[in-house]
């Protein structure tokens, strides 16, 4: 499981759990969870994860201008480091050349939204695709069902590309999301937080140390 958010705080409070694969980012919650400049989160990020991983999004709107972006970040000589690219005409490109001149380099494609995408980036070498659960399910489209196509084409054509399921605003369209072929999911700490305070167990767990208590 990885995290989906660039706040240090709460990165530093659950990578604690040996279960957090990693940290996803992307444009958005490092300009909203921090007024440093971008190579400066990422370098945040990175002292606090330990020897986890921790993915970036390259931007820019051409190939060039990706590929560009891609070369600052790895600059950075951090092997923990993956690239998010987004998967559209320009971001195909990139992944094209930062697959042969960083061969070692993570890459996922993001931003899919139909098994057409994630077929293309799996034949173009990409480690991992992120579809995006909710906002599919926002436009009507069947999250599930994309998901699990991409996970049995995958399967027939010997792709071994994973499935980092993204986009989360509730425990369902996680766990729905497993079991229709997510390798791994990447969630807001929001959910994490409702996945281990469940309120049946703690009802029950509150019954359980009172009556330890009892017995003292």
């Given at each position: ?76 000589g951090d092997k923990r ?136």
């Open positions: 499981m990885y995290l989906d958010t660039a706040n240090s705080e709460l990165i530093k409070k659950y990578i604690e759990f040996d279960w957090v694969t990693g940290v996803t980012t992307n444009p958005t919650l490092l300009k909203t969870e921090s007024a440093k400049k971008r190579i400066e989160s990422i370098q945040e990020i990175l002292e606090i994860i330990k020897d986890r991983q921790l993915f970036v999004q390259i931007t820019g709107v051409t190939a060039e201008e990706l590929v560009r972006d891609a070369e600052k970040i790895l600059a950075l480091i993956a690239l998010k690219i987004a998967a559209n005409e320009a971001g195909f490109k990139a992944i094209q050349s930062i697959k042969t001149n960083y061969p070692e380099v993570v890459t996922l494609a993001t931003a899919i939204f139909s098994v057409e995408q994630a077929y293309l980036a799996g034949i173009a070498g990409c480690d991992w695709i992120a579809p995006y659960v909710n906002r599919m399910e926002n436009q009507s489209l069947d999250a599930m069902e994309v998901i699990s196509k991409i996970a049995e084409i995958y399967a027939n054509q010997h792709i071994e590309t994973k499935i980092l399921g993204a986009s989360y605003k509730n425990t369902s369209q996680v766990i729905n999301s497993l079991l229709a072929g997510a390798n791994d999911v990447t969630i807001p700490t929001t959910l994490i937080e409702v996945m281990m305070k469940n309120k049946l167990a703690a009802d029950s767990i509150q019954v359980f140390d009172q009556h330890a208590a009892e017995k003292e």
